[in-house]
């Protein structure tokens, strides 16, 4: 089984930056996919970004393209968003979570582990 662990979260205003991570237990960490997804109040989980196994390929929302990357780094079996020019509609429970396998995907169900969350709260 793996675990997922989220960090970085937090309250800032519009405009600035945040950097999540997401520490991941076990071995087989750069076997898999990874992805990172989010959950407002009253709506349902929405996908991200998600990165390939090696890190070589990313792929993100409309909606966060040009604020937000995905990074990762095998040797620490963490992966990473850095999220920019956060917007007040960007608030909510961001979730990290594994993929299904090594084809990173958009939707939820194709992740099988998942992380506790983080919230982040972006002020106007």
């Known amino acids: 089984q793996a675990q997922l662990v989220e960090s970085g979260g937090g309250l800032v205003q519009a405009g600035e930056t945040l950097r999540l991570s997401c520490a991941a237990s076990g071995r087989t960490f750069s076997a898999y996919a990874m992805g990172w997804f989010r959950q407002a109040a009253g709506k349902e989980r929405e996908f991200v970004a998600a990165?390939?196994?090696?890190?070589?390929?990313?792929y993100y929302a409309d909606f966060v393209k040009g604020r937000f990357t995905i990074s990762r780094d095998n040797a620490k079996n963490t992966v990473y968003l850095q999220m920019n020019s956060l917007k007040p509609e960007d608030t909510a429970v961001y979730y990290c979570?594994?993929?299904?396998?090594?084809?990173?995907?958009?939707?939820?169900?194709?992740?099988?582990?998942w992380g506790q969350g983080t919230q982040v709260t972006v002020s106007s």
């Open positions: 979570a594994r993929a299904r396998g090594v084809i990173p995907t958009t939707r939820p169900l194709e992740y099988d582990y």
């Open positions: 990165i390939t196994r090696s890190g070589g390929s990313t």
